[in-house]
């Protein structure tokens, strides 16, 4: 459902106008010809996935490969992650997925390897 206010809205830059009091790159036009979106959709629209397909509600997350040619990966590949949590992954670094272990050999849940991946430690 279509908001009335929205339908006739569109974003402008200036970039020679800022609000006073505002930083002075606060609204810089960008500058990458890179861009992301985010997309969320109403779960009252998903659809019913179809035999062997993930359900609706599921991510589709392409990313592009450096070598070329792009790869579609789950939210449990070792890429995700970074994509995800940016201030925890600032480098892109590997996050957590199903084939981490611990010293002991058990397989390291989530929860213990974010639990680990945000403590504080001396240095």
């Given amino acids: 459902m279509e908001d009335p206010e929205l339908?006739?809205?569109r974003i402008v830059i200036h970039p020679d106008r800022r609000p006073s009091g505002e930083h002075i790159r606060r609204y810089n036009l960008p500058t990458a010809n890179e861009?992301?979106?985010?997309?969320?959709?109403?779960t009252e629209d998903t659809?019913?996935?179809e035999d062997g397909d993930e359900p609706a509600t599921s991510r589709?997350?392409?990313?592009?490969?450096?070598?070329?040619?792009?790869?579609?990966?789950?939210?449990?590949?070792?890429?995700?992650d970074a994509l995800e949590?940016?201030?925890l992954f600032p480098h892109g670094e590997d996050g957590?997925?199903?084939?981490?272990?611990?010293?002991?050999?058990?397989k390291l849940t989530p929860m213990k390897y974010y639990a680990s991946e945000i403590?504080?430690?001396?240095?």
Wanted: hydrophobic share 40%; no cysteine.
């Fill in 85 to 87: 949590y940016v201030l």
């Fill in 7 to 9: 339908v006739d809205a």
């Fill in 96 to 106: 957590w997925h199903p084939e981490l272990r611990m010293s002991n050999g058990r």
């Fill in 47 to 49: 659809e019913a996935p």
């Fill in 60 to 80: 589709d997350v392409v990313i592009q490969l450096r070598g070329g040619g792009y790869k579609r990966i789950s939210k449990t590949h070792r890429s995700y």
């Fill in 35 to 42: 861009v992301g979106i985010l997309i969320v959709k109403d």
């Fill in 119 to 123: 403590m504080v430690r001396a240095g």
